[in-house]
């Protein structure tokens, strides 16, 4: 049975977008084709930036015109360095980015082909040690904000510690199930206003394929079906498909001359929810968050690659004017 789509309505609540989730950096290489089992093969060029699926969503809504705040860790090193430095540049306060002693700073090493695609190898460090205790501690912050948003990049008994307070304090959560390995969708799914995954993911939450519009129109119904507010499952190049209340739509991707993939969910799950704390619907929303992630792509990397407030609410015109 479907619940009810008011649960997803933001109206009457502003605040803050509040990002809780994982900042590591991103080692990027570049190559002609991505190595099998076994391979080795020569890369193009190589790139070090500041990346983390949380941080990554908090850039994102930062720069889509919201307030953000981001609770995440790091360690004591270089790296976390970098990430607080990055945060900063793009007007994200860090007070609750801590550095934790003894113990390294998460890191992605990313694989890119030329094609776009890539894949992605995470090794969590300080990300771990996000705890339940610093959920309960930041309760106040969530209490305050427009709207939660979560990935899978912490430690789920903090990921369902958070939603437990969120929905306690009323705030709505905005999930990203990603790598959503080991998640207990059926035990929160109905605190959910919003669950955003990819293709993959869908697939890897539903046990069936999603490799095609149809299959994410399925896929988005039976996710809704299991409690959540409102489903969107993102399908790169065709855009998403959405589900909440009795409707399902799809939204088509603008066309752009993608170079680089790395960070387009990222981007689309942080503007989305900037547009949400707006108090846009989520049609709306949604829309906006497909031009951002689609502009993303038309650079190399993920954090560096988001557009600027200036230069998105530009692209938005342009998409408008072309019907889009």
């Known amino acids: 049975m479907f619940t009810d789509p008011t649960h997803i309505t933001p109206a009457g609540r502003p605040g803050p977008v509040l990002v809780i989730g994982s900042a590591n950096v991103d080692v990027a290489v570049t190559t002609a084709t991505l190595p099998r089992p076994g391979e080795t093969v020569f890369g193009d060029s190589s790139a070090i930036s500041v990346g983390g699926k949380g941080a990554n969503q908090a850039v994102a809504a930062s720069e889509s015109g919201v307030g953000t705040r981001l609770i995440a860790r790091t360690g004591e090193d270089a790296f976390g360095d970098m990430i607080r430095d990055g945060l900063a540049r793009r007007g994200l306060a860090t007070d609750d980015v801590v550095a934790l002693p003894g113990v390294a700073t998460g890191l992605a090493a990313i694989y890119v082909e030329h094609s776009g695609q890539n894949c992605i190898v995470v090794v969590p460090g300080a990300n771990g040690r996000l705890l339940p205790a610093d959920i309960d501690h930041a309760a106040g912050l969530i209490e305050s904000a427009a709207v939660l948003v979560l990935q899978c990049e912490i430690p789920l008994q903090s990921l369902y510690r ?97 170079i680089d993939t790395t960070g387009a969910g990222d981007a689309f799950v942080g503007c989305f929810a900037a547009g949400i704390a707006q108090g846009r619907l989520p049609a709306e929303a949604i829309r906006r968050a497909i031009v951002y992630a689609a502009l993303s792509t038309t650079r190399r990397g993920a954090q560096v690659s988001y557009p600027d407030r200036a230069e998105f609410e530009a692209a938005l015109v342009a998409s408008a004017a072309g019907g889009g």
Request: charged residues 20%; glycine residues 10%.
């Open 162 to 258: 958070a939603i437990e307070v969120a929905s306690a304090k009323g705030t709505p959560v905005l999930l990203n199930p990603a790598p959503c390995q080991g998640l207990d969708l059926a035990r929160v799914a109905a605190q959910l206003s919003y669950l955003v995954p990819n293709e993959t993911e869908a697939a890897q939450l539903l046990g069936r394929p999603v490799e095609s519009l149809d299959d994410g129109r399925t896929a988005a119904l039976q996710l809704r079906r299991l409690g959540v507010g409102c489903a969107i499952v993102t399908l790169g190049a065709l855009g998403c498909v959405a589900a909440w209340g009795a409707e399902v739509r799809h939204f088509p991707a603008p066309e752009v001359k993608t």
